[in-house]
């Protein structure tokens, strides 16, 4: 079993609709949740990081963590065509100079 | 200054030719690490230097060499690579604890 499940995709929307994301992660040790947007060819850039349960809100994006549930979600609202992208979960421990686990990514593609 | 510069930005080379990728950051950072992302897959952590010191390398081949001249600076020189060695090199900089992870836009890198 892998430690962050997430599923690739794609996720086909049309533009305006909300985005919704999510990761599942087994290990109770992480701490810490990011969201990555990937563009082809290009390196992740940070969306949000969180380091407790709850809601933490930026402009169109909103992320939620559930530590009981072992959950993280992204919600995109009002999405663009640009948003088209792969978005990446990522986790890290407490104690961390250490990696990121990073889930699969999920291919979004936003329809004008 | 908020980047991770990386240099170069595409590179071809020969199986029996030695190279260098090179990585930047002007943020304070204490930590630098080198990733490699294959088509499709998730960045995987190659090597994390703390403080200047290597900490952590995930059993990479010895073909790969990471070097930290200094705080901003960090460096992976390539030798006797194979062609599945291709793939975009990322390299990262945070503040420990997941905070303020930064990616580059990586190095695409062909072995011929």
């Known amino acids: 079993q892998k430690e962050v499940e997430q599923d690739p995709g794609p996720l086909s929307v049309p533009e305006g609709a909300i985005v919704s994301l999510n990761c599942t992660y087994s290990?109770?040790?992480?701490?810490?949740f990011m969201w990555y947007r990937q563009y082809s060819r290009k390196g992740p850039e940070l969306l949000m990081y969180t380091y407790s349960s709850g809601n933490k809100e930026d402009g169109r994006f909103t992320a939620q963590v559930d530590k009981s549930s072992k959950y993280i979600s992204l919600f995109i609202r009002d999405s663009q065509p640009s948003d088209s992208a792969t978005y990446l979960c990522?986790?890290?421990?407490?104690?961390?100079?250490?990696?990121?686990?990073f889930g699969a990514g999920t291919q979004v593609v936003v329809t004008p | 200054d908020t980047e991770v510069t990386q240099t170069p930005k595409h590179l071809v080379m020969g199986m029996t030719n030695k190279k260098s990728l090179k990585c930047e950051q002007h943020?304070?950072?204490?930590?630098m690490y080198w990733y490699k992302q294959k088509a499709k897959k998730p960045p995987e952590l190659m090597f994390v230097y703390s403080y200047e010191k290597l900490s952590i390398n995930e059993s990479v081949p010895s073909r790969f060499s990471p070097e930290c001249p200094n705080s901003s600076l960090l460096n992976l020189h390539l030798h006797a690579l194979q062609p599945e060695d291709s793939a975009l090199y990322l390299c990262a900089s945070s503040l420990g604890q997941g905070r303020g992870y930064t990616f580059g836009s990586g190095t695409r890198l062909t072995v011929v």
């Open positions: 990522a986790m890290s421990y407490t104690d961390s100079w250490g990696k990121l686990q």
């Open positions: 290990n109770s040790a992480f701490q810490y």
């Open positions: 943020m304070g950072h204490r930590a």
